[in-house]
Every structure is written in C-alpha cells, then in structure tokens.
C-alpha cells in the first residue's frame, strides 16, 4: 500500500509566512507559542509538509506576525471571516462586482 504525500499549503502563502517570521524576526517555537501550536507544526508548515491551517489559525498567525486581516487567507486563496459575511450579503456582493472594473488608481480614489 503506497504512502500519500502529504499537500502542502500554496507557495504564495508559504513565502509569505516566512517574510513575515522573518520580518518579525520571532521563532518558529516563539510563533507556535502564540498561536497555540507546536514548533513541529511550524516547521512542517513552513517546510511545505502541511497543508493550509484552519481558519482560526490563520487568523491568530495574522496577529502574532502583525500581518494585515486577511492578508494570509489571500495567499491561501481562502475568504477570512470578513469577507465572507459580506459574500453573504447579496446588496454588498453586487457593490464588490461594481468595483471590479475598476483600475488600482480608480479603486484608491474611491477609498480615499
């Protein structure tokens, strides 16, 4: 019986774990601790040998590392809590449909 490999989280998520370790310039233990888990799940995370964490996880990495809300769960090509409330509201998704169109230039004048 053959082994399965294990999937690993996406690259986009992965590098931006380890630029943010390393900009925080923490541990991965030190990251375990805050998040509530082990220095070998950090590892096997940042090593590609696991796949993407559960949401709640996501969210604490954000906070230990000082990392924008949502910013992580892009790069795990998932929606953070926020968004996906708003996804759920059908007047607020056709407001982010409206804003697709729209240049970077055009969306920060409309944020401004």
Known sequence: MATQ??????????RL??????AEG??????????????AYM????NKQRGLPADETITKM???LNIEPGILFDAAG????VLAK?????KKRRLIRQLEPLTDEEVDKVLM
Not at 5 to 14: C, G, H, I, L
Not at 17 to 22: E, G, R, T, V
């Open 43 to 46: 590892s096997r995370l940042v």
């Open 78 to 81: 998932r929606h953070d809590a």
């Open 62 to 64: 954000e906070q230990a």
């Open 26 to 39: 923490l541990s991965l233990r030190e990251i375990g601790r805050r998040i509530g888990a082990s220095s």
């Open 86 to 90: 708003v996804c759920m509201n059908e």
């Open 17 to 22: 774990l380890h630029k943010s370790i390393a």
């Open 5 to 14: 490999e294990p999937t690993a989280a996406p690259d986009q998520f992965v």
